[in-house]
């Protein structure tokens, strides 16, 4: 025996102003800055990182592309009527060194959806040095405060109809939603499910695969896609509807509105060859479930060992076979040694999942969001009497609050 038991911080505790005070000294080391023209002097390093994080997989558009993009007038629409605000941010150090990279566009086309707003969160690059720090959790979110000012400005310019232009606490009265893409789930892939936790733990779902059978089109350069063949990546995509993180379902207008929105920001710079077949399959997804249902799920990201089995239904192995039979990523994935790890244990997957809980519960949270959800101490209260009835009680009372925290 020590002696002494650690104690755990609930945040429910913190008044607000505690909040803002422990964020504004975690943030006081960093500036954040938007790139708004190519000849910037950031602009080729920060490009440069996102490029070597992502290029060498096909997910990175091409410099020239990006150039374009901050050139463009983001004041003029589309053909097909998309407003597009392409932004580049990067987190600086105090001598001027970067630290992170993010990019992405904010969206907005009045003839798919009146009050929708999506927020496409395309890359996000930290450097080793500040990995584990806040700052990754900043540049997840820094993007809504360009994607505020550019509804004003569209407001301003009689561009779009702000539902209430006098409140931009409530984004205006529009519906936000952050959108994201990721790789499907695969224990040897440690990065995917690094990154589902990242942003599982941020408030973000997955679009169901099974009516959102989603590929992030072939970004290389056009001239290589007509040597090799059109590859498209089947990705999931992520979303946190701000303001709406606990809603369940996704009406199929929304999920079609995000669809497009995503795939005029691509017309940008892929060939239209190559985006209308992948476009189209998921319309006529869409489409057959709107004659059952009105809505698509969205599916629960896990945020930790607690939930960890919400990765099966984004098992690589799973999902492809499922929901892309035929694209060109199956093939090779399947080709790829996991059809006999399979075959040879059965139990692949459940091991796996439990080394993955094993590593993340070897990291024990002394912070926790709410006592009625995960009370601070191991076991139970002393029970108010001893013949065993209220301590039955108190600990049914307590599976019932954690089944409902799990679902």
């Not at 869409?286 to 009105?294: D, F, G, I």
């Not at 076991?379 to 799990?406: F, N």
């Amino acid at each position: 025996m020590t002696g002494a038991k650690r104690v755990r911080l609930c945040l429910g505790d913190l008044f607000h102003q505690d909040v803002v005070e422990m964020v504004e000294r975690e943030t006081q080391g960093l500036e954040f800055w938007s790139i708004e023209r190519p000849e910037h002097k950031d602009f080729k390093p920060a490009y440069d990182l996102l490029w070597q994080a992502f290029g060498p997989q096909g997910e990175m558009e091409r410099e020239k592309a990006i150039r374009q993009f901050l050139k463009d007038d983001s004041y003029e629409p589309t053909p097909t009527g998309t407003y597009i605000r392409y932004f580049l941010l990067v987190a600086k150090d105090k001598q001027g060194n970067i630290r992170g990279v993010r990019d992405g566009s904010v969206l907005v086309n009045p003839k798919y959806a009146s009050d929708l707003c999506v927020v496409y969160l395309s890359h996000i690059f930290t450097v080793p040095e500040a990995r584990g720090t806040v700052l990754s959790y900043w540049l997840r979110i820094a993007p809504m405060e360009i994607a505020t000012q550019y509804l004003r400005d569209l407001h301003e310019l009689g561009k779009i109809k702000l539902p209430a232009p006098e409140l931009p606490g409530k984004h205006f009265g529009m519906r936000v939603d952050l959108a994201a893409e990721m790789e499907y789930f695969s224990p040897e892939d440690r990065i995917s499910w690094q990154r589902i936790l990242f942003y599982g733990r941020g408030g973000f779902d997955a679009i169901d695969p099974r009516h959102f059978p989603y590929l992030q089109p072939d970004f290389r350069d056009p001239n290589v896609v007509k040597k090799t063949g059109d590859r498209p990546m089947p990705f999931m995509v992520l979303l946190r509807r701000m303001g709406r993180e606990k809603h369940a379902l996704l009406p199929i207008d929304e999920a079609r509105a995000v669809m497009r929105l995503l795939y005029d920001d691509f017309a940008c710079h892929c060939a239209p060859d190559t985006l209308a077949s992948s476009l189209q399959l998921v319309l006529d997804r869409l489409e057959e479930r709107a004659k059952k249902k009105e809505f698509v799920q969205l599916l629960p990201l896990p945020t930790g060992p607690k939930n960890l089995k919400r990765l099966r239904k984004f098992f690589r192995h799973r999902v492809y076979t499922k929901y892309y039979p035929n694209v060109p990523a199956t093939h090779d994935y399947l080709e790829s040694g996991i059809r006999k790890k399979l075959r040879d244990n059965p139990h692949y997957l459940d091991e796996a999942l439990a080394e993955i809980a094993g590593e993340l519960e070897a990291r024990p949270a002394y912070v926790y969001e709410n006592r009625n959800q995960d009370f601070t101490w191991e076991g139970l209260p002393i029970p108010p009497s001893t013949d065993g009835r209220s301590e039955r009680r108190e600990q049914k009372k307590r599976e019932k609050q954690m089944h409902r925290a799990e679902r």
